[in-house]
């Protein structure tokens, strides 16, 4: 093939995804090729699986330590120098949530449910800018699909024919929805009624 | 100085290989397949091999990586799927006949359902549902609230909706987009206050999830079927 | 390769807890570029393109942006401009990543209310590449952290690269190059500039140029 009838079937916006997408998958074999192993010296270091939940902790498995509003909790970040109260999320219970936890012992598989708490810890305080940057995705997201289909896609104030049409169809569909399901109904219950005689 | 435990090191191969492995299945389905709504839907696949690879590193960090990696893959889903059904009805009204072709239909089919428990339970497990929200507060709270909101719209099958209300949700989840960013701002300027910027954040997240889990559940109720 | 080499002396830093935005010459330039144009779009009004294939007809040919939609349009196009800034100073990988996710979704938004469904058509496609990215991106990121056990690049630059470094930087450098639009995927971002609104349409092609930039000096500041 020529590289010119290549290069036109690039220009189609149609067949990129397609061509992203196979390059990425054969880059992804590839990668089963590399030798690959965890490096054991990482930060934020968390205790093996079911450990916390054995020694029957009830923050378990989010368990760091710390006393709230007294102790800081131990957390191992890249920057101690720039956290002035690290850790101190992380030891922090609401008064509702240290209740909670003191009678069951399942409280930690539900523990961003009160404000603090291990996750809050890494994502407010020392990657808080990851999260900043992350709910502003979402919110630029929201203002695309919202603009749109307020403005556009589902702006019907201009057609109110189509709305009563529409209505209209809606309403029939169900009935014949309604009257399918009572001629099975009907069919049922007869032949119910042949086979208890 | 911890160190990561042996359990997470023996795991991390195979993790990263089942993530690898579904993310080459995910593409290479995404290479074959012709229909547009199939390559939107099948992205998603490759996003969950995004999640694997994440989440193979086992650290508390990964965890928490996971989350802004989630947000991503759903908020671009979001934006994607309402500029492909725009593109749609663009199509259609610059030539009509285009509507009548047999190709399958992008837009729900109007449809009601005439059941008696919608119109009666969902005002109660709405307002159960909110409350348990608020009283969650932060990212799960949010979810909870958000979820009750989008019964009770669902359930209320009315339609034309007026824009204000939407316009009013979009407000207070901007309002509430706000409060977090002070809340996380106040972390970084003033650390002594971390109390007070916690419950901001806490605060401003159970609003901003509510009411955007909430604007979903609006946009969902309104059928989008022009004919 | 060490900050100092690629980018001149450093000139400072900004400490947000984890992330440690650094300031070199270099990027500071770029910074600075980036910001002036934002404020030029700011204050901006758009053209108005006349289309060429409907001269000679009765038709109306003006193809006009209305009042709401530039509204919304220079609205992205700030954020926009802000976010490619911020994606300039920025030290840490995933931070990096997640600029980049942003600016992708921004780009897909200036162009969203346009009314030709051929950039319609390109900005979807770009949108299933953008969505795509994220596993090369934040995967790739995810392969260096648990090759290094670090995010942040001053410690990354002072690392060698193992084969698994480099394979996670590979992966990286083919979501920035589907990201940012670059061949042999250029097409579905090409088509998108095809519509009237031209300082807000630029900002689509300058913040990928910049990012580009960017993207080449944080690969070699993880790989050497």
Redesign the interface.
Known sequence: MRIGVLWNK????????????????V??????L????????????????Q?QVDEGLALAPYDRGGEP?KEAGVI????PE????LG??TG?MSP?AQWISSISPYFGT?I?????G???E???????????????????????????????????KN?EK??K???K???N??TQV?NEVKANDAKARSKQLRRDN | MMYVPQAFISMYLPAIYAGLIVGFIATMAIAIKREELHILILTDLVGLAMIFVVSAVGTDLAEALILPGLVVELAETLAISEILITREMRKIEQDPRANLKTSSSMFPQAFSLDMEIMTTAPNFIALVLIGYGIFLTGFTGGAVAGGGIVLYALSKKARGLPVLILDGVAGVSGIAWCLWIIGFLLFFVTPQYWLLALFLAACGLLLKVASKVGLIGLLMREDIDKE | MDIVTLGGNLLGTIPLGDIVLYLTPFNLFLFAVLLGFTALIAFSKPETQIEAAKFNTLGVAEVKVDEKEFKQRRFLSVICGIASAGAMITGDLFNFTLFMALVGILNIGIVSAVKQTSVLNSAFNYGLIAMMCSLPLFGGAAIILAATGTLSLSVLSQMSASPMVVFGAILMLIGILGESGVAPFFASKAEMFRTPGSPFIVIIHLSSLFIIVRAVEILLLVLW
């Open positions: 690039l220009a189609d916006p149609k067949n990129v995804p397609r061509l992203f997408a196979f390059s990425l998958g880059l992804l074999i590839i990668g089963l590399v030798p690959i192993a965890l490096n054991p010296d990482q930060i934020y270091v968390r205790p093996a699986p450990e509003l191992d970040p890249q920057y720039n956290a002035a109260s101190m999320i922090y509702i539900s961003y449910s009160s404000p603090g291990l996750i809050d890494i994502l407010y305080y020392t990657r808080g800018f990851d999260t900043i940057l992350e709910s502003s995705i979402l919110m630029m997201s929201f203002i695309i699909a919202s603009w749109l289909s307020i403005n556009y896609t589902m702006n019907r057609d189509e709305i049409k529409d209505f169809k809606a309403i569909d169900s309604a």
